[in-house]
Structure formats: structure tokens, C-alpha cells
């Protein structure tokens, strides 16, 4: 759409007016009833199409070639299922019960490979055999907090001295535990519990309703 409002030789038609109901009407709809969602998806489809786009797509293929000598085989994402024996060996080791839609994962593929994210490639993820827990003494990672608002929040008004000598940020969600199912130079993938979401949320929905935050930041 940015591109095409660009044409010189369009602007005579944008200015009879042409696209502008379709264009508003798409506003808003945006406005009324939020982002377009994709349509619903199995794995097996949604690991197949990230897969073939990091195949196909001209600038996923350009960067494969780019970190890997002009090699022009885009190997496939996939790796080989794990059975059910070894998902239930990590389970054991682990000690938690894994969510149901990663153990289809990796019924479907035991680990995955770097996918094209449009700039670099994400990080890949494990084989059941090399999943592990965060450590306790891993500090650096438990300590975390978990970002789900926007970087303004935290950098403009949690992290605000708030007249006691201690910022609100000390009272936000932090890591504490995690699952690292996936990592790459210094970028993690991670499952966290249910419980630490939940936490998350409830943080979020007290600065929803809090007077102390701007409209501009709720």
C-alpha cells in the first residue's frame, strides 16, 4: 500500500476517490475488531509452512546463501520425530508434564532448524535429548523480567523511583524458572508455566486499572 500511494501515476485516481470506501471500511474493521487472525492451523501445517517459506522465499534464500558459502540447497526445517518413548524419557528428566501441543511438535519433528525471520534466522529448536531446565544459579536468566508490555512501560514508569527508594520494576514478574527448548548464540526459546503467565497478566491488569499510568501508556 506504501508503494503503490508512491505512484505518481495513481494519485489522479486516489484523488476521484477511488479505493476510499474500500480503504476505510478496512480501517474500520481494524478498529472495531482488531488485527485479521490467520486461519486456524494444525503443527503439521504451521511447521510445514514456515518451512517452505524459509525454502522458497527469494530474501530467506539469499541469506541461507549468504551464512553458508553461496550454498544454494536450503536444507528442510524438519528433523526426525521423536517417538514416544523418548518424549516421555524428558518428561522424567525434566520432573513437569509438557504441554500437549509441544509434545506434537515433537512427534512431528525432534528439534527444528534456524528459520528466516525476515532479518536473521530464529533460534533452532532442541532435540528432546538436548532440553534442559534453567538452573537456579543461572542468574542472569531467573532474574529476568518478563517484558510482556511495551519497553516504554518499563523504561519510563516501572523503573521510576517511586518515593519509597525502590523502583515499582522489583514488583514485576521475573523468570524464576524456565524450559529452554531452543537457543542460538544469544537468543533463547523457552516454555514457562501456566502459573507465571497467569502472574504476568494479573501484573498487566493492575496497570490497566491503576491511575498512576497514562492513557498513553495503558
Request: hydrophobic residues 35%.
Amino acid at each position: 500500500l506504501q508503494r503503490l500511494a508512491e505512484s505518481e501515476r495513481a494519485w489522479d485516481i486516489f484523488r476521484a476517490g477511488a479505493l476510499r470506501e474500500t480503504i476505510e471500511a478496512a480501517i474500520d474493521q481494524r478498529i472495531a475488531k482488531g488485527p485479521a487472525r490467520l486461519p486456524d492451523l494444525s503443527m503439521r501445517e504451521i511447521l510445514e509452512t514456515i518451512d517452505k517459506n524459509n525454502r522458497e522465499n527469494p530474501a530467506a534464500r539469499e541469506y541461507w546463501m549468504d551464512m553458508n558459502d553461496d550454498e544454494y540447497e536450503v536444507p528442510s526445517l524438519f528433523r526426525d520425530a521423536a517417538t514416544t518413548e523418548q518424549i516421555h524419557q524428558l518428561e522424567e528428566r525434566l520432573g513437569i508434564k509438557l504441554p500437549d501441543d509441544y509434545k506434537e511438535f515433537l512427534g512431528l519433528s525432534n528439534g527444528f532448524g534456524q528459520a528466516f525471520s525476515g532479518i536473521i534466522s530464529e533460534a533452532p529448536l532442541h532435540s528432546s535429548k538436548d532440553v534442559r531446565k534453567i538452573g537456579e544459579d543461572e542468574h542472569y536468566f531467573v532474574d529476568l523480567f518478563l517484558k510482556t508490555p511495551p519497553e516504554e512501560i518499563f523504561n519510563d514508569t516501572l523503573y521510576k523511583d517511586n518515593g519509597t527508594g525502590k523502583s515499582d520494576m522489583q514488583k514485576w514478574t521475573k523468570v524464576r524458572s524456565a524450559i529452554e527448548i531452543g537457543q542460538w548464540d544469544i537468543d533463547n526459546t523457552w516454555l514457562l508455566p501456566p502459573s507465571r503467565i497467569t502472574e504476568t497478566r494479573a501484573k498487566v491488569a493492575e496497570v490497566l486499572a491503576s491511575s498512576d499510568f497514562s492513557d498513553e501508556v495503558k
